[in-house]
């Protein structure tokens, strides 16, 4: 296994696998997401207290436990950089951080047009909200901190040990709906019974193709990576050459 | 020769920075100069009014307490860098985390402390009765303390960057706000005569995870810098 995994990690390797599985992430999520959206628009029934407003949620609830999942990845990618110093793991830390952010502004910016018919205001400052606000700057932190540091080692190390401290705010981020007495309803998704079956399935659907596509522009963008760390190296140049 | 124990390190380290931050004065006052004038700046903007001030108050004094102490978090390790003090801290022998958490409670006496001293009269410009004084103390004890300890995370990570002033900002506020929240809303409970215990005791407990493992995360990030 550990062979297999040094494998993974030597830069031409990755290159070449990350090349071939791109469009068996691409495709499957663009799949998922269409059918997500028309199962969410069109064949789920009318929520019977928000009417047609809650279809919104198809959208909203897969960001935000999107930009959730992508931290933690980047967390867990960090540690394993700082530990393991596997070039690597910092660069999916790296690559993951862009994407979050914007998954974390889609939730906070479908959260806001959502809450303005139903609150009746775009923004209130609950827990929920806030803790979810704080993401979005952990993660413009972390990609400021990045990019200014020249040395591309030092730059990795130093993200990484910030983006560790800022796991903190993941379960304050989770749990802030039962922590706090908030404006912002509790979980549904995860909770057995709050929601029929017909209104699950497009939800799930939305979040597996959200994955999916993560994963896609995750290759992508570390396969930009590669070729811009490895430039000068022999092997790319054939690769590229072909 | 014997080698040097924990504690007598961190008393030698910590009166090393004393030391050198009284011989540098400006340092130690600018913070609270800033303080006093940033807090002076709402009642202007805002109206003199008492009754009106007194609702503001507590978000002002935190906030202003945040960005004063936010100033002086760059020069943390700053000059010890430069001069090449802090390769040989990291040299020493001694645990790193150890000497993090001395010159963080270092830079918190001469950056935070200065600041809850002056903080009641600040306070009692802003018409916050008297009964909230100790609250707006206490809570300014420890929100100053939780920006030393994980201010120290940033300023380690920012060491020799460019801009890092800014950039130090950008990192460490979004990790500061939960102690904003709760310790502005603990100032406003006493202000308004209820039990501030509740977000005191949250503001505690931050406190103490910040002071635990706050200067392993600096020790980290000092590693890093100093390759």
Redesign the interface.
């Known amino acids: 296994m550990w062979t297999w995994f040094h494998k993974l990690a030597s830069p031409p390797h990755f290159y070449r696998i990350a090349g071939l599985t791109i469009p068996w992430f691409s495709w499957p999520a663009l799949i998922l997401i269409l059918v997500g959206l028309y199962g969410g628009l069109v064949l789920a029934p009318m929520d019977y207290q928000q009417g047609e407003g809650f279809r919104i949620f198809y959208v909203h609830v897969p960001s935000a436990i999107m930009s959730m999942f992508i931290y933690s990845t980047m967390a867990i990618a960090a540690g394993i950089g700082l530990i393991w110093r596997m070039k690597l793991a910092h660069a999916v830390a790296a690559a993951s951080a862009p994407i979050g952010a914007w998954f974390t502004f889609c939730a906070l910016a479908t959260g806001s047009l959502w809450g303005k018919p139903m609150w009746g205001t775009w923004w209130v400052w609950d827990a929920r909200l806030t803790s979810e606000l704080i993401l979005l700057f952990l993660y413009l932190g972390f990609i400021a901190l990045r990019s200014s540091i020249e040395d591309p080692q030092r730059a990795d190390r130093s993200a990484a040990v910030l983006a560790l401290v800022g796991v903190i705010n993941l379960p304050v981020i989770h749990y802030s709906v039962v922590w706090w007495n908030s404006l912002h309803q509790g979980s549904t998704m995860f909770n057995p019974g709050a929601m029929s079956i017909q209104m699950k399935w497009p939800a799930l659907a939305m979040l597996f193709g959200f994955m999916l596509y993560y994963g896609a522009v995750l290759f992508v963008r570390l396969r930009a990576e590669v070729i811009r760390r490895e430039r000068n190296a022999a092997w790319l140049r054939e690769e590229l050459a072909r | 020769m014997q080698p040097t124990g924990l504690l007598r390190a961190g008393a030698l380290l910590y009166s090393r920075d004393l030391k050198l931050a009284f011989r540098r004065w400006e340092q130690v006052t600018q913070p609270v100069v800033f303080f006093l004038m940033v807090t002076t700046l709402f009642p202007l903007a805002l109206s003199p009014d008492t009754a009106q001030l007194r609702q503001v108050a507590a978000g002002i004094v935190w906030v202003a307490a945040l960005l004063s102490a936010l100033l002086a978090l760059e020069f943390m390790f700053r000059s010890d860098y430069e001069d090449g003090t802090l390769e040989q801290l990291v040299l020493s022998g001694q645990p790193l985390w150890w000497l993090a958490l001395v010159k963080a409670l270092a830079h918190w006496t001469v950056s935070g402390l200065p600041l809850v001293v002056a903080s009641p009269l600040v306070a009692a410009s802003l018409a916050v009765p008297t009964e909230a004084q100790a609250t707006v103390v206490v809570s300014l004890i420890l929100g100053t303390g939780i920006l030393s300890f994980?201010g120290a995370?940033g300023a380690g990570?920012?060491l020799g960057?460019?801009?890092?002033s800014v950039?130090l900002s950008?990192?460490v506020?979004?990790?500061t706000?939960?102690a904003l929240?709760f310790g502005a809303r603990a100032v406003d409970l006493s202000i308004m005569g209820d039990s501030s215990r509740g977000p005191l005791l949250l503001l505690t407990a931050m406190f103490i995870?910040s002071l635990t493992l706050g200067p392993f995360?600096t020790s980290?990030?000092l590693k890093?810098?100093m390759?």
Request: hydrophobic residues 65%; positive net charge; charged residues 10%.
């Open positions: 994980l995370v990570l920012t960057v460019r801009r890092g950039l950008l990192l506020l979004p990790l706000m939960p929240i995870l995360a980290a990030a890093v810098s390759e």
